[in-house]
């Protein structure tokens, strides 16, 4: 398995995941960078276990961009809730540790066409 792959293994676990999923994945000091909000870690894993989650997602091609201990993955999203559509682009990068990839910052930025 590529690294590219393994990161996105947990970008689709995060994708169907609750707030647990995203604690156990997210670095103590994460950024999550969303339309209208930047949350830490916490307000994250809150905003998840208050969510109704997606219906469907699909999660696109992703690109790799590494350095040292961290790495990038980008891709385009398309989730459904109900009959609204999310699409944007995902920008998750992650850090090593001794505990595995830790999630340090997430971006979206939606589409608009």
Do not use: K
């Amino acid at each position: 398995m590529t690294l590219a792959d393994e990161l996105m293994v947990s970008e689709r676990r995060l994708a169907h995941g609750r707030g647990a999923v995203y604690a156990d994945t997210l670095a103590d000091d994460a950024l999550v960078v969303v339309p209208g909000a930047v949350l830490d870690r916490d307000a994250c894993v809150a905003a998840m276990d208050a969510s109704d989650g997606w219906d469907d997602a699909d999660l696109g091609e992703p690109r790799l961009v590494t350095s040292g201990d961290v790495a990038t993955v980008v891709y385009p999203f398309r989730g459904r809730r109900g009959t609204w559509t999310y699409t944007a682009t995902l920008a998750s990068t992650y850090r090593r540790t001794d505990a595995g990839w830790r999630l340090v910052l997430h971006q979206q930025t939606p589409d608009h066409a």
